[in-house]
């Protein structure tokens, strides 16, 4: 089995969709208003971290002293 490495901006943009959600489910339990105005520009910045994120990370070498695969640019 290989080892796989960790997706960091799949896990930043998964934890950003669960905030999102619970806090729905805490607005419609009626013990907090959520504004709809914030819900855009929270979701937008959440998802560019997530992107900076993957970009980051997947720049880097691996741990392992293996190369990054080639990439086409031709």
Known sequence: MT??????????????????????????????????????????VGLGVAALARALFRSRPRESGELPPPTDQG
């Open 3 to 44: 080892k796989r490495g960790t997706d960091w901006g799949s896990l930043v943009a998964g934890l950003l969709f669960l905030g999102l959600a619970v806090a729905f489910v805490v607005q419609g339990s009626g013990s907090w208003e959520l504004n709809v105005m914030w819900l855009l520009p929270v979701l937008a």
